[in-house]
């Protein structure tokens, strides 16, 4: 009976969970769960005789290999930096290995080992990154095997919430770590466009956006990822101009983040002295020249971010909160800490409330004398806030993989991302059953 | 025969080892120096019997506990991440140590078991931090004795150029490390102003300066540094609502330099992918979104900018090249290095060239009802550039501060910073001889 391993069972696992148990009940397999607190888990896996749950600490080094010997796959959805601590007790315990995050230079590092021992740890292997890749990988290939000959590749991917579901005016709702989000961009972004080298320091990246069109869903802004040269090798595209990958957002929300990091809320690179008997409007004034107090804080605000007091930004800045007498209430946090603690309250994803995730990929090509694009639109919404889309979209990739690899289909070994055929094919052909498609345009260029 | 070691003999140590020397052969002591380097001292060595040089690396533990051992007082000039392996390896071999850098957590943790062996590690006594603590001290604690009540204290210091030698529109050449210059602010800057916390992201620093006076210089802005919240105990300044200590700039430099931060030219944070074939304007381009190349590349940088194409940090932005066609040369480097390069060749102290050191504190305090302000101000040259003004302003207080020493008249022990009077009175009283003196003024405030 082969043993599944899966680390970590926290937000956004809930569809992993169920995909799992039901293929070990197909396959005649065992998955065991892993995490600091599993009694979450019980009505789960009350239903299924193919799972168990255990807690542990994964900073426990003999527990940890020795749960990872008993296993013969090991699934990682801890947060990233556990995971060369995962990879390496993998490499002793040779077990092969899947998580949905990136694939860092440490763990890249591995990758001759695992090569040399038949290991197969696959990274990327969730929602962005991963069926991002999946899908952009399968019709760039399309595309060439209709010899049209690529001239950009823009891919945008955004965590969102739901219309029925959009009940704030940032348009905006966490289904994710929302420290993530509060730092999203913080190393700045690097892109290719036209065959130059573009650079955008963090404090001009919610700036920099480009307008993307859903049909059915209106406008979004995308704004560009951390580094996109880095796949231009792995997606074969060193002789294409342009390649940006980013992260999409509805109209309005980029350019009041943009006034936020301008203030300097964003900042984690320092603790406040004493946040306790701070107001949310104390904490304000703090990013703020000193002023003698006859002015109103809001209209200094505006001035200071060079906008006009009656703005969509300034609206959207007040409509969390940050000029009220309310006391924070933390000790010892910086000031993105004390950003997420308010912002956690203010965006928080009601239990029936859905989400929404959008991808699109803009491929600009030139076939036949003609310059063309093709938009593949993907749009999943959640059930609720358990079973959201987020969920979906990191779970079932995941769940997929990890049923080919113990199926023995994933012939690749080292250290890899899913952009090779006998990976993203079946993956993306059952995502499509689970309603995760995506939906595709031509249209000429002027 | 007592035995000074001083390790690093880099730029601006040409003063103190002058006065080392001096003081050897008056009090019968011997000064070895070390560094990766020596061939360039010979000239100053060869007129003195009291001083020898030794090639050394400061990572070859066994000989920096070996050196370390034969000498009663080690002075660290090297820089600074080095500092914490030199005062382990001082309190291994129970040795007094001095340098002229910041006294971080990691040497302060050092305190307790300094101070439980009867060691003095004195940090920060060179000019800033040194002489800018002993100074403000010094005067604070004349304040009190009149029964002043302290409202305020400011204090910024500059390493500038002096006027006679003021030959670009910057009013700016290197007189320390290029690369700590390009990236000076980066952690953003903390301080006090009525009471009120004031917290300044790096993006926003060089946009917040205040506006300062020197008489007979002229006018300058300070910018402020970063963490001026930490020194309020030390100084005793826990009742005086602001306290603020910061950099000095001549008129006109901070704001152009906001605009290359702003433009993302002093990003450290990644590589460029290969600039040997890079040119600067290729680069500045870099930083701006795609256009279409029809409007010129100085148009729509002012535009990017927010600046007219005519405003004075347009004018000294161009000064530097950026927008030439003269390939970068440099391999495997990020923005900022290439920044460096650039600069060093710009901002060159020429051989003959004069540098000025400017010193302003500001204690704004109540005394008999009157609210005054107590203007205090240290104006130093250069020589050359050799016998700098930063040389002069840094080697004195340490040298003098290393003779009081091996004297015994340094009885506090510990982890410390020249705050307590037994090392600054004696300090400002020799510098005064060297002509390094504060000019007063006090005026009263509306």
Redesign the interface.
């Known amino acids: 009976m082969k043993q599944i391993l899966l680390l970590g069972a926290g937000r956004s696992v809930s569809t992993l969970i169920q995909y799992l148990l039901r293929s070990a009940a197909e396959n005649n397999w065992h998955l065991t769960i892993i995490d600091v607190s599993v009694d979450h888990l019980q009505p789960v896996l009350e239903g299924s005789d193919c799972g168990s749950a255990q807690v542990f600490d994964v900073h426990d080094r003999q527990q940890c290999l020795q749960q990872i010997g008993q296993a013969d796959l090991v699934i990682s959805m801890l947060p990233a930096a556990f995971h060369v601590i995962v990879a390496q007790a993998c490499l002793e315990q040779r077990r092969h290995l899947i998580t949905a995050s990136y694939a860092t230079p440490e763990l890249q590092a591995l990758d001759a080992e695992a090569r040399r021992m038949g290991l197969t740890f696959l990274m990327e292997a969730g929602l962005d990154p991963g069926i991002d890749h999946m899908s952009a990988m399968a019709t760039i290939r399309q595309l060439r095997e209709r010899g049209a000959r690529l001239l950009a590749f823009r891919s945008y991917t955004g965590g969102l919430v739901a219309p029925e579901s959009d009940t704030n005016p940032w348009h905006y709702k966490f289904t994710w770590n929302p420290r993530n989000v509060v730092l999203a961009g913080q190393?700045?972004a690097?892109y290719l466009?036209?065959g130059?080298?573009?650079?955008?320091?963090?404090?001009?990246l919610f700036r920099?956006t480009e307008s993307l069109h859903v049909e059915g869903l209106g406008d979004f802004d995308g704004y560009a990822n951390r580094?996109s040269?880095s796949y231009r090798e792995p997606y074969g595209l060193q002789d294409v101009p342009t390649v940006l990958r980013g992260t999409l957002r509805r109209r309005g929300f980029c350019q009041a983040w943009h006034a936020l990091v301008?203030?300097?809320l964003t900042?984690d690179?320092?603790q406040?002295?004493d946040a306790t008997r701070l107001t949310y409007r104390?904490f304000t004034?703090?990013?703020l020249?000193?002023h003698e107090p006859s002015e109103p804080l809001e209209h200094r605000l505006a001035r200071y971010l060079?906008l006009p007091p009656d703005s969509d930004e300034m609206r959207l800045i007040s409509w969390l909160g940050l000029e009220e007498d309310t006391p924070i209430g933390l000790k010892q946090v910086s000031?993105a800490q004390i950003l997420e603690h308010l912002l956690t309250r203010k965006w928080r994803l009601e239990p029936n409330d859905k989400d929404m995730i959008v991808m699109q990929h803009l491929f600009d090509f030139e076939q036949h004398g003609q310059v063309k694009r093709l938009k593949a639109t993907m749009v999943v919404k959640g059930d609720d806030a358990v079973n959201t889309a987020m969920a979906k979209t990191v779970g079932f990739p995941v769940g997929i993989a990890a049923k080919l690899l113990l199926q023995g289909k994933i012939k690749h070994s080292g250290v890899l991302i899913p952009i090779y055929p006998e990976i993203y094919e079946p993956v993306l052909a059952e995502l499509k059953s689970y309603g995760i498609d995506f939906s595709e345009e031509e249209e000429e260029l002027p």
Chains 1, 2 share one sequence.
């Not at 130059?196 to 001009?204: E, M, N, V």
């Open positions: 190393g700045g690097r466009e036209k130059a080298y573009k650079f955008i320091p963090y404090h001009q920099r580094d040269l301008q203030l300097g900042d690179s320092f406040l002295p104390q004034e703090a990013f020249p000193y060079h000031p």
